[in-house]
C-alpha cells in the first residue's frame, strides 16, 4: 500500500495555521482594526476550523461538532454570537491563507509534482454558483439572465473561476466576480498570479470561448505556453486552408486586422502594438471520439509536443471539470454557512482549501497510482473528502494528543481502504440536460 504516511505533515499545517493567526491578525481583522483584540470563548482560529470542517448542517449542529472536535465542549456559545464573530473575519485573509498553504506543500512537494515533460500544466476554467434565494450578496451577485423563472424567484448567481494545476489535481487560484463576467477578463487575472521565473515552465489548456487576440497578444509576450481549443469562427481562414490541404498539423504565420481588435478597440496602445506584429501559431486537428474532429492552437513546437500529447494534454483539462464537481457535490460548495457576502467568500476559499488538503493527503500516501490485478488503482477523492471532514479539526487541534493520533490514523486507513480502477480511453457523450439537484446524484461520505 506504499509507505507509511508522517503525522508530521497535520503537525506541520497544525504549525502553519497558528502561525497565520499569529502573523496575519491585521489581514484577518481586515478593516475592522478593533475585532480580536479581547480574549473571546472562541479564538479565530477556531473560526477558520469551522469554515474549513462545515458540513453543510444547520449553524446550531455545525458550532456543537466544532467545539466537541477541539475538546472544547464545555464552553457554552450560541449560534449567533458564533457566526456573529465569523463576520469579523475577512475573507480576504481566507484567500491569502489558502494561497499561501497551496504555494508552500507545492513547494515543500517540488520533487513529488508530475508534469508534461519540463512543464507545469494548468488549465483554466469557470463555473456558476447558485446563491441562497434571499442572499445580501448585492456587490457582484447577478439574477441569472437565462432563467425563466419569475423576476422575484430567479437565482442570484456568481461567476467562479479557478487555475488548476491538473496533473496533480489541486486547485493554484481562484477568482470570483459577478455572473455576467467575462471569463476571459478572469483568466488575464489568474494568469497574472503565475510569477516571472515559472513562465518558461508553464503550460495552460483553454477550452473553448476562451480564445482571443488580447489573450494571444499577453502569451506572446511572456515566456508561458498555450493550448486552445477554438471555435469555428476562429482562424476560419487557417481552418479551411487545412482543410482543403488535407492536414492535421501547420504552422502559420498570422498579421491581425483591425476587425480582430473589436474586443479592446478602445485600449489604443495594445491596439497599435498587435496590429504590428506577427503571430507565430501552430494549429492541429485532433479526434475527440465519435468521429467529432476538433481544432486546437497552440505555441508549444513539433519537438515540445506531438499531436498526438496536445490531444493528451487538452484531454487532461477535464480534471478542472472534475474539480469544480467535486467542490460542489462531495464538499457542499453551494451550502453556504449565511446568505452574507462575507461568509459565502469565507465559504468558498476554504472549500477550495479542504480540497487541496485531501488531494495533498493523496499525495503524500506515495501510492496514488497502485497496481491492481486488472487495473491501476487510485484513491477514491469522495472517500477522503469525507474522512478529512469527519477528522481534521481533532487531527489538528484536539488538546490530547492520544485523540490527533487516532483522527490522523483513522483518515489514512479509511484513505487506504477504498481504491477505485482507473480505466484509460474511456468517453462518454456529453448530454446537456435540465440539472438533477438531488442529493441521489453525487450522496457525500459526511
Given amino acids: 500500500m506504499g509507505q507509511p504516511m508522517s503525522r508530521d505533515v497535520f503537525r506541520r499545517w497544525r504549525k502553519t495555521i497558528q502561525r497565520y493567526h499569529l502573523n496575519k491578525i491585521d489581514t484577518i481583522r481586515g478593516n475592522n482594526r478593533t475585532a480580536f483584540t479581547r480574549h473571546r470563548k472562541v479564538s479565530p482560529e477556531n473560526l477558520l476550523l469551522q469554515m474549513l470542517s462545515q458540513r453543510g448542517m444547520a449553524q446550531r449542529q455545525e458550532v456543537k461538532i466544532l467545539l466537541e472536535d477541539s475538546g472544547m465542549s464545555d464552553i457554552d456559545i450560541s449560534d449567533v454570537g458564533f457566526y456573529k464573530a465569523r463576520m469579523k473575519y475577512s475573507p480576504g485573509a481566507v484567500k491569502e491563507m489558502f494561497e ?10 517540488k520533487s513529488e509534482m508530475r508534469k508534461f515533460k ?5 488549465a483554466i476554467d469557470g463555473s456558476e454558483l447558485v446563491l441562497p434565494s434571499d442572499t445580501e450578496f448585492e456587490t457582484i451577485a447577478d439574477i441569472q439572465p437565462t432563467s425563466k423563472a419569475a423576476p422575484d424567484d430567479m437565482p442570484h448567481m456568481i461567476k467562479l473561476s479557478g487555475l488548476s494545476d491538473v496533473y496533480n489535481h489541486t486547485i ?27 513562465e518558461s515552465k508553464t503550460l495552460v489548456v483553454f477550452d473553448r470561448g476562451y480564445f482571443s487576440f488580447k489573450l494571444l497578444n499577453l502569451f506572446d509576450n511572456s515566456k508561458m505556453k498555450y493550448i486552445f481549443r ?4 476562429v ?12 492536414e492535421v498539423d501547420k504552422t502559420f504565420k498570422v498579421q491581425l486586422t483591425h476587425a480582430n481588435t473589436n474586443g479592446f478597440r478602445n485600449e489604443t496602445e495594445l491596439v497599435q502594438e498587435v496590429l504590428s506584429k506577427t503571430f507565430v501559431i501552430r494549429m492541429a486537428i485532433i479526434d475527440i471520439g465519435k468521429e467529432e474532429k476538433e481544432f486546437l492552437i497552440t505555441n508549444l513546437s513539433d519537438d515540445e509536443a506531438s499531436i498526438e500529447e496536445l490531444k493528451e494534454l487538452y484531454h487532461a483539462r477535464w480534471d478542472i471539470e472534475t474539480a469544480f464537481r467535486d467542490m460542489k457535490k462531495c464538499l457542499k460548495l453551494e451550502e453556504f454557512s449565511g446568505r452574507r457576502e462575507r461568509l459565502i467568500l469565507q465559504d468558498i476559499y476554504a472549500c477550495a482549501w479542504v480540497f487541496n488538503m485531501v488531494q495533498f493527503i493523496i499525495m503524500e500516501r506515495k501510492c496514488s497510482l497502485i497496481q491492481g490485478k486488472k487495473h491501476q488503482m487510485k484513491h477514491n477523492r469522495s472517500v477522503a473528502i469525507g474522512a478529512v471532514k469527519r477528522n481534521l479539526v481533532k487531527a489538528l487541534m484536539h488538546p490530547s494528543s492520544r485523540i490527533r493520533k487516532e483522527s490522523f490514523d483513522n483518515i489514512i486507513k479509511e484513505i487506504d481502504r477504498y481504491l477505485t480502477p482507473i480505466r484509460p480511453n474511456r468517453s462518454f457523450s456529453r448530454e446537456h440536460k435540465a440539472k438533477n439537484h438531488s442529493r441521489m446524484s453525487y450522496r457525500s461520505n459526511y
Avoid at 493554484?172 to 515559472?198: F, N, V
Fill in 100 to 109: 499561501d498553504f497551496t504555494d508552500d506543500e507545492t513547494r515543500i512537494r
Fill in 118 to 122: 519540463s512543464f507545469h500544466v494548468f
Fill in 172 to 198: 493554484k487560484r481562484i477568482a470570483i466576480d459577478e455572473y455576467s463576467h467575462d471569463e476571459r477578463g478572469h483568466a488575464i487575472e489568474l494568469l497574472g498570479s503565475i510569477k516571472k521565473e515559472e
Fill in 230 to 233: 477554438i471555435s469555428t469562427y
Fill in 235 to 246: 482562424l476560419s481562414k487557417c481552418r479551411r486552408e487545412m482543410e482543403s490541404d488535407n
